[in-house]
Each structure stands twice: as structure tokens, then as C-alpha cells.
T-cell receptor
């Protein structure tokens, strides 16, 4: 199946710093990618939809200035957590679909810990 | 800190038995559904999908049933194995792309 690569898999950062997470579709072009956040023992919560060449669409309650999304090419989307705080510690996951109404492929996830 | 929230429901089955995991979805207009398996510390992995013009689809050891009348999905795993232990999520597709995930069920397979 198609592969989505997410990097880094784990990151620890100091409070107040920014962290960038990359999501790449390795063998298909993804005009749309998605970013999710997951707390322990909970489901995935959609944060934003990343569209190549345009601004991301954020879900209600997600701060766009806090979680910067850039989708510069058909195979790369990045999520930057700016001025990170301990409450931003979570598991962040990206996904991508090659076409509408087809399966979404997920990255391996990034465990962010803010200390 | 992180939200604690509610713990996932847990289904415990013995190795070799069949497992049935249930899911309710919210949007009656959704026309595509996917089951995912998520192991600890990893991203979700596709298991099987079904479109709304079907009520049953079978894969290798897995079957998905869709009941649109009551907006309910189920995932059946035959001859459950220890490697099946994971959290299982159903997801409904909205607007062609975005996935809305169900709450998830933790499957624990005991030898």
C-alpha cells in the first residue's frame, strides 16, 4: 500500500520553543493532507486540513497561529507547534489520500513532549 | 497537561475466538467507512473499508457490516490472534476526504 512518512517520531522540546513535524507521501501525490492530535486512550481529533498551495482549514477550537501548517508541495506538509507549552504534549498524526473517498494512509505519528 | 478523558472500552477475547467490535457513526450522509487498527505508539493502519451501497464486505479474517438504518458498523475478526491486540477505530468519510473517528475499542487477546 501507499506510504506516508512522518518525522520525527519523537521530540522533546523546552517550553517556549517551536517544533516542526514533517509529513511526506512517498509514492503518491496528495493534494490534501490531514493533521490529527491524539491524547492517551482517546480517539484521533482532526486539527486541520492541509491543502497544497493554499491555506489550511482549521477545525473549531484549533488555534491557527499556534499550529502553523504549510503544504508546499504535493508530497509534503508540515505542522509547526509554535511557542510550545506542556499542554501541547500529545501524539500528532498526519494522513493523506490520493483521491477522494479512498482510504487514507497515516504516518507513524510524532510523540511531542514539552518540558 | 494532557486531557485524561474517558478510557476506551475494552473487549477481551481468548485466542482463537471470534471478535466483534461495534461502532456508531453520526452523519447519515456519509458514504464511505473505514476500520483502522492502531497499535501503541503508532499511526492507524487500514484494515478494511465499505461503501454505503453495500452492507457487508469481507477481507482476510475480517468482515465489516454496515447498517445504515441505525448508523452502525461492526468489525468481525475471525480466529482472533495475539497480534490482533490493538485499538480499533471506525472512521466515516466526510466531504470526500476528512475522516471522523469513532471513540475506539481496545481489543485484548488472551492466550
Amino acid at each position: 500500500g501507499a506510504v506516508v512518512s512522518q518525522h520525527p517520531s519523537r521530540v522533546i522540546c523546552k517550553s517556549g520553543t517551536s517544533v516542526k513535524i514533517e509529513c511526506r507521501s512517498l509514492d503518491f501525490q496528495a493534494t490534501t493532507m490531514f493533521w490529527y492530535r491524539q491524547f492517551p486512550k482517546q480517539s484521533l481529533m482532526l486539527m486541520a486540513t492541509s491543502n497544497e498551495g493554499s491555506k489550511a482549514t482549521y477545525e473549531q477550537g484549533v488555534e491557527k497561529d499556534k499550529f502553523l501548517i504549510n503544504h508546499a508541495s504535493l508530497t509534503l506538509s508540515t505542522l509547526t507547534v509554535t511557542s510550545a507549552h506542556p499542554e501541547d504534549s500529545s501524539f500528532y498524526i498526519c494522513s493523506a489520500s490520493a483521491r477522494m473517498n479512498t482510504e487514507a494512509f497515516f504516518g507513524q505519528g510524532t510523540r511531542l513532549t514539552v518540558v | 497537561g494532557e486531557n485524561v478523558g474517558l478510557h476506551l472500552p475494552t473487549l477481551s477475547v481468548q485466542e482463537g475466538d471470534n471478535s466483534i467490535i461495534n461502532c456508531a457513526y453520526s452523519n447519515s450522509a456519509s458514504d464511505y467507512f473505514i476500520w483502522y487498527k492502531q497499535e501503541s505508539g503508532k499511526g492507524p493502519q487500514f484494515i478494511i473499508d465499505i461503501r454505503s451501497n453495500m452492507d457487508k464486505r469481507q477481507g482476510q479474517r475480517v468482515t465489516v457490516l454496515l447498517n445504515k438504518t441505525v448508523k452502525h458498523l461492526s468489525l468481525q475478526i475471525a480466529a482472533t490472534q495475539p497480534g490482533d491486540s490493538a485499538v480499533y477505530f471506525c472512521a466515516e468519510v466526510n466531504s470526500g476526504y476528512a475522516l471522523n473517528f469513532g471513540k475506539g475499542t481496545s481489543l485484548l487477546v488472551t492466550p
